[in-house]
């Protein structure tokens, strides 16, 4: 077997330690560095980039009405479209059996008024919006 040898420490091994200790160089931090402030000088311009040049904005011709461009203007026509399309959504994501049973009628009659281009009460909606 081999022989266990135990190392004893002295009080050399514990000078040698303390001596490597003193050396150490002590860090202390230092001051913050902030960047001084340069002076602007305010007849100068505040940017070096040229500048792009800009395309004029393209003239719109008035209307007959004085109103500008064909774009945006709501026209009888727009308007009974527009109002048709709102009925034909509302009508498709309707629940007709609830709405009819709230009105107290049946699913039938509530289909008749909302079929398109018939005299009832779609047809007559799109028809009052559209009159100017």
């Keep these: 077997m081999p022989s266990k040898r135990s ?5 050399e091994d514990m000078e040698g330690e303390n001596e490597e200790e ?11 560095i902030t960047p001084k402030k340069t002076k602007v000088d305010p007849k100068s ?5 040229p500048k792009t040049p800009r395309t004029p904005k393209a003239k719109i ?3 007959e009405n004085g109103e500008k461009g064909a774009n945006g203007v709501w026209t009888s026509e727009k308007k009974g479209e527009f109002m048709d399309e709102i ?15 709230k009105l107290g009628m049946n699913k039938r009659q509530l289909i ?3 079929v398109p281009n018939r005299s009832n009460l779609r ?8 009159v100017d």
Excluded: C, M, W
């Design 87 to 101: 009925i034909a959504v509302g009508y498709k994501n309707a629940d007709l059996d609830s709405l009819a049973t």
């Design 45 to 49: 311009p505040k940017s070096k980039t």
């Design 61 to 63: 011709e008035k209307g």
């Design 22 to 32: 003193e050396f150490k160089p002590s860090i202390s931090p230092s001051p913050p």
């Design 112 to 114: 008749d008024q909302l």
């Design 7 to 11: 190392h004893s420490v002295t009080s």
């Design 123 to 130: 047809g007559r909606a799109v028809k009052a919006i559209s």
